[in-house]
């Protein structure tokens, strides 16, 4: 049978870094995944606790977490010839980095998830142009997110538009104007955690972000930003990075904060003064189970 590059040959395609799984290549190799070939990708393990009850039916219920994520991908390598088959292996086992690795799985929404290679990258010769293969990969963050990053961007709040510290919570922030604030939406199943970069100069900046029952979780950092300085606040990893290279996690404090699925937020920024050329950018993917 004869294939053209850039052929979807049915099914789900799977992305592995740059190697397209499902589809033919540019070398005219046709990669399928099988039927069964995607396992894990649908259903995350749990983690969950339980204590028995002294004296008593049941347990005691402790909190429950998605475990870390095991995924196998599996099918078919048709070659036009022996040799083109035995490049195929070494651009499989490539992919299927010991580093981190986006994984993007095409559905009607196309998911991702950063993985690695958690186990052996079999390869079985069938016939000279044709082999199958099964890799074993991991995501240690369970949660599979859109392609789509969600990006937002605003400035300080104009003078005598903004928030004075210290503030007293419930803070309740004005609807309205978008100077100084923006909105971030997780359409998914699961909690996702925005990452905050603030460009200087600024001093003292907070970030305060209001749910949709009117509760506000605050994060503030303590020092100054010069010009063209960049935090970058990572609330799933919790770091808070300077220029790239440098800690700044002491000056930081707060709580960090999570969108639940389904909900919009808004988010704002004050600081101790202000300038037109500090910026706020706010970034997050819906995030499902």
Not at 102 to 131: C, F, H, M, Y
Not at 167 to 191: D, F, K, R, V
Not at 203 to 212: D, G, K, S
Request: charge should be neutral.
């Amino acid at each position: 049978m004869g294939y053209t590059p850039g052929q979807i040959l049915g099914g789900r395609t799977v992305t592995l870094g740059t190697l397209v799984l499902g589809q033919v290549d540019a070398a005219g190799v046709a990669w399928t995944v099988s039927k069964d070939g995607l396992r894990g990708w649908d259903g995350a393990p749990v983690r969950a606790q339980y204590s028995d009850r002294t004296a008593d039916h049941g347990s005691w219920a402790g909190p429950t977490y998605l475990a870390a994520r095991p995924i196998t991908v599996a099918g078919t390598v048709t070659a036009p010839d022996l040799a083109t088959l035995d490049a195929a292996y070494d651009q499989l086992a490539a992919a299927a980095a010991l580093t981190d690795t986006v994984l993007v799985v095409g559905e009607t929404s196309p998911k991702q998830a950063t993985v690695r290679r958690s186990g052996e990258v079999l390869w079985r010769l069938d016939t000279d142009r044709i082999a199958s293969y099964s890799v074993m990969l991991t995501a240690a963050d369970p949660r599979r997110y859109s392609t789509m990053l969600q990006t937002a961007s605003t400035g300080l709040p104009a003078a005598g538009a903004g928030i004075t510290l210290p503030i007293t919570l419930p803070l309740t922030i004005p609807a309205g104007g978008s100077s100084g604030q923006l909105t971030l939406t997780n359409g998914g199943t699961i909690g996702t955690r925005p990452v905050f970069t603030i460009t200087g100069p600024v001093t003292a900046p907070a970030i305060l972000v209001q749910y949709p029952d009117s509760t506000v979780r605050q994060l503030a950092y303590s020092d100054t930003l010069g010009a063209g300085d960049q935090l970058v606040i990572d609330t799933d990893a919790h770091t808070a990075i300077l220029n790239g290279v440098a800690s700044r996690r002491r000056y930081l404090s707060g709580m960090w904060p999570e969108i639940g699925p389904g909900q919009t937020v808004t988010v704002q920024w004050t600081a101790a003064s202000t300038d037109p050329a500090a910026l706020l950018t706010a970034s997050c993917r819906s995030a499902w189970m």
